[in-house]
């Protein structure tokens, strides 16, 4: 194998460098961050990423680090009440229940599996050509103290964008693609100590907003919170707005906003890619994770699906077809979730009264009365597997990739 490098050293980007180092390529990962520590929040890892950490061998690890879901569902706002009530049979129904952890364990987790000197940090990418693999860069960051910051450029035989939503990369590979747009709500995230109940986690839905809640680990709870505004807020105390916003919800939702120090809490504004790229790959490079496919977190999918495309990418990789047979075998596939998950988003900014009553009587009737045809959008997801075979057949990628179908991209990669 070649020389590969990676763009960005999130969940997705670390991911594919360990995937990649596994199957025998020189890796170098450029990230702008001084650190590779995340922001504070928790994740949800499903069946399907699970499979694919099994690919990577953290799979146990995470476990092991992991809050496993015993129940969960989704409530209403005022009384509590179940609108969805999962149990811990159903959850495991695909083999492993949705395991629960904090973001920044399984960064570490990904970290420590790769060669030592493969990321370096303070490196901000400048520009990156398809057709040469050829990446440009400056180190150092304004406004903070790193020594003397400097230019330089690294080749791969592969390049792999995994840099995020607002991707400069995929800009500049498709340049008359749309941009992503405001999904219509703006997040808090935050993690709260000594709240957690392990095995507990539900989400309550209301008028245009939502709040979920996690146990992780060691007594520590995440938690997350939804409004329907116009994007660009923010400033101000952040415990209070919540405490405006979900004080009069059902418990014990005042009570995790209160105890929240209010340095764990983190405000973004939601953004998605509802058009998909017209490919995942142009020449040398491979978009991969929030930079090829962001989605609304209404699915849990986001982490997970970057995480199978690195274990996919790093399989077909180098092979015949190449970065073509990973488009075809990914693209189809995350467009779908993108467009399940924003249609759900769109469904919890309902603020009309008669509308949010509607819904909730719909989900409830639908749960109690045919519940797979709320789970059953889940299967095509949640029973994916990573591919499998020797380099000479495709592997598990043969059954799913019609080379055929793809828009021309002027060459295979």
């Not at 070649?2 to 050293?9: E, L, N, T």
């Not at 057709?131 to 790193?146: A, C, I, S």
């Not at 910051?149 to 500049?172: C, F, K, Q, Y």
């Not at 180098?318 to 073509?324: C, I, N, T």
Request: contains cysteine; aromatic residues 6%; proline residues 7%.
């Amino acid at each position: 194998m070649g020389h590969a490098v990676v763009i960005g050293a999130g969940i997705g980007g670390l991911a594919a460098a360990v995937a990649l180092q596994q199957r025998g390529w020189e890796v170098t990962s450029l990230e702008r961050a001084p650190s590779i520590e995340p922001v504070g929040s928790g994740l949800s890892i499903f069946a399907n990423a699970l499979k694919a950490l099994s690919v990577l061998g953290v799979d146990d690890q995470v476990r092991a680090l992991s809050a496993i879901r015993g129940v969960g569902g989704v409530r209403r706002a005022t009384s509590g009440r179940w609108l969805v009530h999962m149990n811990e049979e159903a959850a495991a129904q695909h083999g492993d229940p949705v395991v629960l952890l904090r973001r920044a364990d399984l960064v570490e987790a990904l970290a420590a599996r790769l060669k030592p000197g493969t990321i370096r940090l303070n490196t901000t990418v400048t520009g990156a050509d398809p057709d040469t693999g050829r990446v440009t860069f400056r180190t150092g960051q304004e406004g903070h103290d790193n020594g003397p910051g400097g230019t330089g450029e690294v080749t791969g035989d592969l390049v792999v964008a995994a840099d995020g939503i607002h991707s400069p990369i995929r800009a500049a590979l498709f340049p008359d693609h749309p941009e992503p747009r405001y999904a219509g709500i703006t997040a808090w995230r935050m993690l709260v100590p000594g709240h957690g109940v392990p095995g507990q986690t539900f989400e309550t839905w209301g008028s245009g907003k939502v709040f979920g809640y996690m146990a992780l680990a060691d007594e520590l709870a995440y938690c997350y919170g939804t409004d329907a505004v116009p994007a660009g807020g923010g400033g101000g105390d952040q415990r209070e707005e919540l405490l405006r916003l979900f004080g009069g919800w059902h418990d014990p939702i005042p009570a995790l906003v209160a105890a929240t120090p209010p340095a764990n809490i983190i405000r973004n504004d939601v953004y998605y890619l509802p058009t998909p790229l017209p490919a995942m790959h142009r020449g040398r490079i491979a978009v991969l994770g929030d930079a090829a496919h962001a989605m609304t977190p209404n699915m849990g999918q986001g982490a997970c699906q970057a995480i199978e495309d690195a274990v996919v990418l790093a399989h077909v990789a180098g092979q015949e077809h190449g970065l073509a047979a990973y488009t075809a075998a990914r693209l189809a596939r995350t467009a779908k979730v993108v467009a399940r998950s924003a249609a759900i988003c769109r469904v919890i900014r309902w603020r009309n009264p008669l509308a949010v009553r509607l819904r909730d009587l719909g989900v409830a009737t639908t749960w109690r009365l045919a519940p797979h045809l709320l789970t059953g959008p889940l299967d095509d997801l949640l029973t994916w597997t990573p591919p499998t075979g020797d380099d000479s057949d495709g592997g598990g990628l043969q059954n799913v990739i019609n080379l055929r179908s793809l828009p021309h991209t002027g060459e295979d990669g």
